[in-house]
């Protein structure tokens, strides 16, 4: 079975300060894992995604992750924090064992202070 | 490229109606759309997949009865809230997939906002 840990919550960070959001992952088999941002009362953005590639992702507006299988973790960073960034972040993973369904982590919300 | 809409966006209906949702793939074409709920503050719950010219295959614990959901061609999926409740009330999303994709990616709508008095 796969399933997702986000470790926080709830992330407060001053604007022009690092942002990190904390994942961890279970699967059975090799996973796809994705990072999804969702402003108030609007859909889900995909910010990055790993597929088996490079271990480290780069994504949108900023943001990377890296995979660690080791620690089956993969943790979301940003090196400055704009306030556009205050949102809901969502971790996901999904592989083919369960038939590519994606499942959601519980969501971080991130505050950013002026 | 991989543009989801649906429509509306926000609904307000009355106790023992029902409502139709609409979910389209406006720049390709998918054979395989989800509906997914979220409650406020909460994280997306999967109800169903919606396969092009099949039955939809529900999560355990949704009732198909309830949810109706129809795929009548590769842009379009509807999920249709019958008898609707005030239980009912949530923020409903659909996703698309596209064909050959073998990452299997899923290009998410803006949701709709559902609110039954």
């Known amino acids: 079975a796969q399933s997702v840990t986000q470790l926080d919550s709830h992330v407060s960070v001053s604007e022009g300060t690092p942002v990190l959001l904390r994942c961890n992952y279970s699967?059975?088999?090799?996973?796809?894992l994705f990072w999804y941002v969702q402003h108030p009362n609007k859909g889900l953005q995909l910010l990055l995604k790993?597929?088996?590639?490079?271990?480290l992702v780069k994504g949108i507006n900023g943001f990377e992750a890296e995979f660690k299988k080791s620690e089956t973790s993969f943790h979301l960073t940003k090196p400055s924090a704009h306030m556009s960034d205050a949102a809901e972040y969502f971790c996901v993973v999904s592989d083919y064992a369960n038939d590519y369904k994606l499942s959601f982590g519980a969501g971080t919300t991130v505050t950013v202070r002026a | 490229g991989a543009v989801v809409s649906q429509h509306p966006s926000r609904v307000i209906c009355k106790s023992g109606t029902s409502v139709k949702i609409e979910c389209r793939s406006l720049d390709f074409q998918a054979t395989t759309m989800f509906w997914y709920r979220q409650f406020p503050k909460k994280s997306l719950m999967l109800m169903a997949t919606s396969n092009e010219g099949s039955k939809a295959t529900y999560e355990q614990g949704v009732e198909k009865d309830k949810f109706l959901i129809n795929h009548a061609s590769l842009t379009l999926s509807t999920l249709t809230v019958t008898s609707a409740h005030p239980e009912d009330s949530s923020f409903y999303i659909c996703?698309?997939?596209?064909?050959?994709?073998?990452?299997?990616?899923?290009?998410f709508g803006p949701g709709t906002r559902l609110t039954v008095l």
């Open positions: 996703s698309a997939v596209q064909p050959r994709d073998f990452n299997n990616e899923q290009f």
């Open positions: 790993y597929t088996s590639a490079a271990t």
């Open positions: 699967s059975s088999y090799s996973p796809s």
